[in-house]
């Protein structure tokens, strides 16, 4: 796999669709453009943003560069704990015919090996936040794992509980339980699974932690390549994860964060009600979010400081 090569972020006009017409389009999600490379796949990171599942027509300069940054630092951090889906992120190692569209590929994009996905998504939680501290409070329980009484908002999880989920191509993923897993994806895969996934949120909170950094909870996907699993999509970024800045954490209530909870925030105060069209995002919004981003990739990776790539 190929080392990170830091890139720059600049504040420049967002990128919200790619266009390479010379590769078929495998698949456009909430913010990455999937291309079919035959036996690879080409993963770009676009500026699009979305909030409660819905994509906002405003996209925040940089931010799919800031997420392949992040996910590259990872994915390279603990490739000894799974395999990943990264070939390689050197534009220049591309195949030729993708070279007249570098500028949409530079920094935000990665060449994968294809899987077959595993069709659950795999979270880990280490702290009480979301809809995990929602069903707490109203059953005492998460994912059907009971948890102890008189916990907090906020409050670590110790042991962390691996809370897996639905994959939805449109609307919400489903919460279940592990049972539930196992009879989706078989006992022993689900098995590896969790354990993989517990492997690397300790791993990474470890990091994060000794860079003022609380990861409190993340999604990982996988996949299987000739019966291995593989971790695939992203890798701890601000939009898989729940970020919160180590100093001031409080329970009790809800904590600030590294990632578009500013954004969901706004939206909350608007007349929006959470179905499409969202409305445009003001430009002091915008900016707020991106330093949010910029200081996750900062802090993290120690990278991401000046520069004018896109």
């Not at 796999?1 to 006009?13: E, I, K, Q, R, Y």
């Not at 078929?24 to 676009?46: C, M, N």
């Not at 599942?53 to 490739?79: A, C, E, R, Y």
């Not at 530079?106 to 795999?122: A, F, H, N």
Request: charged share 30%.
């Amino acid at each position: 796999m190929a080392s990170l090569t830091p890139h720059a972020v600049d504040g420049s006009s967002p990128l919200l669709e790619t266009r390479i017409p010379v590769a078929p389009i495998w698949r456009r999600g909430k913010v990455r453009d999937v291309y079919d490379l035959d036996e690879r796949l080409l993963v770009v990171s676009t500026d699009r943003l979305s909030a409660f599942d819905v994509v906002l027509p405003t996209g925040i300069p940089g931010k799919g560069v800031i997420l392949n940054q992040i996910s590259l630092f990872w994915f390279g951090l603990l490739s000894d704990a799974v395999p990943n889906h990264v070939v390689t992120a050197d534009v220049e190692a591309y195949p030729p015919h993708l070279a007249p569209y570098r500028d949409q590929l530079e920094g935000r994009s990665m060449v994968v090996i294809k899987t077959d996905p595993l069709p659950v998504e795999c979270i880990v939680r280490g702290y009480l936040a979301g809809s995990a501290w929602k069903d707490y409070k109203a059953t005492g329980s998460v994912c059907g794992i009971r948890l102890p009484p008189g916990l907090r908002e906020s409050d670590r999880v110790e042991p962390e509980i691996f809370t897996p989920s639905t994959k939805a191509d449109a609307g919400h993923d489903e919460n279940i339980d592990f049972s539930a897993m196992e009879r989706i994806v078989g006992a022993r895969r689900a098995a590896e699974a969790r354990e993989t996934s517990l492997t690397i949120y300790r791993r990474a909170r470890s990091h994060a932690e000794a860079r003022g950094i609380i990861l409190a909870d993340t999604k990982f996907e996988f996949g299987v390549r000739e019966g291995r699993l593989v971790w695939i999509d992203e890798a701890l970024t601000p939009d898989s994860s729940r970020f919160w800045p180590r100093d001031g954490h409080a329970p009790g209530r809800p904590q600030p964060s590294f990632d578009k909870q500013y954004v969901r925030d706004y939206l909350e105060t608007t007349t929006w009600d959470k179905r499409p069209p969202a409305p445009s995002l003001p430009a002091e919004v915008v900016a707020r979010t991106r330093e949010k981003y910029l200081e996750a990739l900062r802090l993290l990776t120690d990278r991401g400081r000046s520069g004018s790539s896109r």
